[in-house]
């Protein structure tokens, strides 16, 4: 039987177990990346594994998304991060060199090879046909420090595209339409793969956009073969040397298979609150518009800035619409401003940002009071623009100008030929790596630097026999890690100090929790299905941890964040029978007897109500490995013993 892309690149990486869907396997990791708001947290955690350098082909620090430096918060997690990555062996990429994800496929990314990353939009490297994944800031530590990454073997989601997108139809529309199809929780247990005739027709930033936004329906990740317009991307990149072919065989099989025509798809949004609130622009009709950002890690590379500033050029925007432009990378930045391009988009009136994450993860330009924001980014979770009463509908780069120009919503197809966005992916990028600093030549040259910001991260202890405490809270369906552990503005410099953010706790949902948590000695968080989607933030693990939470009791996680849990020993337990949802209230006291021992040796767990004098069964998904995990009280305790029992 033939292999997939994945299954290939997964067999040539397996360290242990068997490719079966379901079962556990671990893969030798080749690159790892961190940013610096999930970064500090996952280098504490490599210095405490006491490992000299990085054990990886490549490992690179970004700092990206804490670039507001509104105190000094931010510029101290940037030279604690300079300064441990250069003592370990890991590249640094300084403050404005441009957003991880888009520099790594610009500059770093190889087909065939894996790459672990501390944000849950690493699988934008699937663009060139790399095995990219995002995961929980101590799985990325452990993979430096030359340790196997473990997940459960996913199956495998053929998505054929057929055709080819008509002129203003995007790769940002072929996302939406597969979330639409498949939505938020459709991916979860899946890889997805891209085929068919469509594929040819993609350029490798296009690619990326689609496996970028994979995170958004939860698959492990996404990827694109690498073929000979990879080759050429490549090539630009003045690294043609790190190209190799990968295709499925012919007679792969797969799990699932969707498909997209591309030929039918028209220019689509995502509304309020959610990426798979999928609509047609032209059904959401000509609404007014606030704000505009055009930018973040889907849609701000080199070939999306050219066909903005080919509509702004000789244009105005809208005197309602503030419309805000952050180029992906350094080198994306500096080619606009090369070729005049950046010029067209201030002559418009764009502001214009540093290459960095900003506006996608709230770090400036929350909109106003009830604003109605078109961005380009891949999440629209309530609140994260900064503005709890926004509405942010997400776009393609072309809806997005239009629309800034218009002042309404407008759907890019109404102005037909009258303007020519078309453009050739370029023969050579601007080259120019000198915002990359190279590690030091060995670990004792270095004195790591740590600011007051820098404060230690909470350990769990050992699972007790008996697990007792009061549900604190119940919550709905699809709550998101912008829930659980919100970023913004004013929270994100204090990434590295989790005492400071367990205030804020849940705080989207219930602004009383945190207090609620702290009165009650902690706790049992309650919750719908796909709990923890969206980013890989540890912190979402980290603050519960902090806050005494012993369990999430849910319908069903989503994958980062269950890894996270029980790398942080937070039993995730889902509901075997989904109605129990109604048979725990918000103060009810629950009891989980025996669950060392039921934990250890697979037997059936039961939560007692004691509060409603009812038992509820429910269910845990844990490999053997993971068992002694949640035994020890978290993944780094366990690996203590490992190494005390060598
Ligand atoms: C995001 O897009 O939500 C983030 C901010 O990039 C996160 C990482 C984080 O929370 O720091 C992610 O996607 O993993
Ligand atoms: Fe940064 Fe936004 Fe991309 Fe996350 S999704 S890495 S915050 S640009």
Redesign the pocket.
Known sequence: MGLTLAQKIIKEHLVSGEMIAGQEISIKIDQTLT?D??GTMAYLQFEAMGIDRVKTEKSVAYID?NTLQAGFENADDHKYIQTVASKHGIYFSRPGNGICHQVQLERFGKPGKTLLGS???TPTGGGIGMLAI?AGGLDVAVAMGGGAYYITMPKIMKVELKGKLRKWVTAKDVILEVLRQISVKGGVGYILEYSGEGVSTLSVPERATITNMG?EHGATTSIFPSDEITREFLKAQGREEDFVEIQPDADAVYDKVITVDLDELVPLVAKPHSPDAVDTCDNVGKIKVDQVFIGSCTNSSYADMMKVAKILKGKTVHPDVSLVIGPGSKQVLNMLAENGALADMIDAGARILESA?GP??GMGQSPKTDAISLRTNN?NFYGRSGTMSAQVYLVSPEVAAVSAIEGVLTNPMDYGDSIDISFEMPKQFKVNDNMVVSPAPSAADVDVVRGPNIQPFPINTALAETVKGVSLIKLEDNIT??HIMP?NAKLLPYRSNIPYLSDYCLAPSDPEFSKRAKENGGGFIVAGSNYGQ????EHAALVPLYLGIKAVICKSFARIHMANLINNGILPLTFSNPDDYDKIDMGDELVLEGIRDEILNGKPITVKNVTKNIEIPVDITLSDRQRHIMAAGGLLNYTKEQVSNS
Do not use: F, L, V, Y
Not at 534 to 537: K, W
């Open positions: 940013q708001s999930t998304h944000d849950s939009h995002g995170a994450c996608c993860i999440r890690t912008d970023s969206g980013s890989s933030r």
